[in-house]
Every structure is written in structure tokens, then in C-alpha cells.
DNA sequence: TATTGTTATACTCTATAACTATA
DNA sequence: TATAGTTATAGAGTATAACAATA
């Protein structure tokens, strides 16, 4: 149970966090900005999946989630197939030109993170990688009513 | 030193940080998004300051600067000042208005943060403030060449 | 009637470039 | 000539609402 000024302390940070989160936009091919990287992670990490899953895993609305899709879509690094068991739905599913595509994304982070935090030891990294996992549950715990 | 493994962890946790920062947002006063509320957080941390001096704080090009300044004079908010030194420049000055909006911002904020850290120790609140904050600052370090 | 997904519209945030006023 | 700040334009991300197709 924290105070008033540690909250306003920790919303300053996640206010100058944007800084840090433009200059990895920075880095990332030109046709890939991103809401593409997103969808191509979480389709590497959690499988095949339908829009209605790929839109909870991004917290956004479907709507987004659909533009998102057909960006991607269209460069070819995912395919739509028919769902067999809903004939409204489609299945999303990574291309070889894809999983091509995230080894690009994966080099050009790393190459930036081994940089930038070339100070920080393997305790920190994996510290905040995990306390912003418990803050990003804390959040999807309680949807907004 | 850590490792791809950990670095791509770590992307994972700063692409999913969207859905706090949105959900952040939405609490807000509609007269003042998050860029609003930012130049008034910075004025109330740091003083009075140019615009360059705030462009370099919010880590946005002045040219966007202008723009949130812009709004938040227009609701009263702040006052732009001559420059007695340099009449190109502006100082920005809180007024008792921009208080009373800052005091609101806070108990917003911090009604949130009561809900949804509730589980959360001090410690690790203070932890995730401390780690965020050196993650600005080892990419601030060295700025895009 | 309800749900899946798409599209149209609008708003916020951002950067680049052109412009003005002053140094 | 260089700098402080403004404005116009363009692009990415998002949400709401209206819509089509299917359940």
C-alpha cells in the first residue's frame, strides 16, 4: 500500500516513459511500425488465434486490432485462413516471410537494448520485465466497469 | 549484461504497457489529455521554464511542445511571460487555475492507482519508479546521433 | 437476436518543413 | 547567419458507431 506522492512519482515515470517507447519506434523497419510488431509477437508467443484473441492480447478494440491485421496481411507476413468451426471468423497464422520478418524486429531490439542498457546487470533487466508484467496484470485484473 | 532472451521479454512488457497508459488516459478530464497534463506536471516539478527548456523535458519536438502549450494556455491554465533576455522566448507560468487542475489530476490518478496497486507493497512501487526512471535516463544518455 | 469482423469518422500524439521574429 | 517559437501537413494509434455476414 503506497502514498499519494510515490503514485504521482510513478505516473511521472510512465509519463517520460513515451520518450523510450518513440526512439524503439524509431528503430523498427519503416513497413513495420508498432501495432504490426505487436500482432507478430503475440501470434509468435501464443499461436494461432482468432481476432477476437488477438484484440484481448493487445488491450485494444477490435476495430484497431482488424487495421493492424490487414496491414500485416497485406506485406504477407501472416494468412487469414477460414475458421472451419465459425464461418464469421478467421484463423491468423504466421508466414515464413513473418517469422522472417520478427528475427528482423529481434535483431534490430536487441542491438538497440545491448546499447542502451549496457550498464544494467541481468537482475535489473529481468526486475523491471517483471514488475511491468505485475503492473499490466494489476490492470487487466479490473477492465474498466 | 543480459541476454536476447531477457531483451525480447522486456519489448514484450513495453508494447503491452499501452494498455496501462490508455486506461491512465481515459481517467483523465477531457479538456486535458495526457499531453496537457504533462506540461502542467513539468511546470509544477521544475518551475518556470522557456519552451525549449519544456521540449527538452517532454522529449518531444518543440514544434509539438507549441502545440500542448498552446492548449493548456488557452484553457487558462498556464500564462506566457516575455522574456526580459531574449524577447524570441516565452516564460510559462502556472496559474492558480493550473493548480487547481494539477490537484484534480492527482486525486484522479491517485484513485486509480489506490484500486489498482492495492496489492502492491511500497517497496515494490518505489522499485518500478526507480527502475522506470533509470530507463529514461540510459536512453536520454545518448540521444538518436 | 447476438456475435464476428470490417469500415468510416474523429481525436490525440508525433515529426518534418516552411515560416516569423529576434539575436 | 543562427536561434526561439509557430503553424501546416502528414502519419501512426486509438475509440465509437454503423454495417455485413453468420450464429
Do not use: N
Amino acid at each position: 500500500m503506497a502514498g499519494q506522492a510515490q503514485y504521482e512519482e510513478l505516473v511521472r515515470q510512465f509519463s517520460a516513459f513515451g520518450a523510450v517507447k518513440r526512439e524503439m519506434g524509431r528503430i523498427m523497419p519503416p513497413e513495420c511500425p508498432g501495432g504490426s510488431a505487436a500482432v507478430l509477437t503475440l501470434l509468435d508467443r501464443h499461436g494461432d488465434m482468432r481476432m477476437s484473441r488477438l484484440a484481448e492480447l493487445l488491450a485494444v478494440d477490435m476495430s484497431v486490432t482488424s487495421r493492424h491485421v490487414a496491414h500485416v496481411a497485406g506485406r504477407g507476413w501472416i494468412e487469414r485462413l477460414p475458421d472451419p468451426a465459425d464461418k464469421r471468423s478467421r484463423i491468423l497464422r504466421l508466414t515464413p516471410s513473418g517469422y522472417a520478418q520478427l528475427g528482423e524486429l529481434s535483431r534490430r531490439t536487441t542491438e538497440l537494448l545491448t546499447h542502451r542498457l549496457a550498464h544494467w546487470s541481468d537482475e535489473e533487466v529481468g526486475q523491471l520485465a517483471r514488475l511491468m508484467g505485475r503492473l499490466r496484470e494489476s490492470f487487466a485484473a479490473q477492465p474498466t466497469p
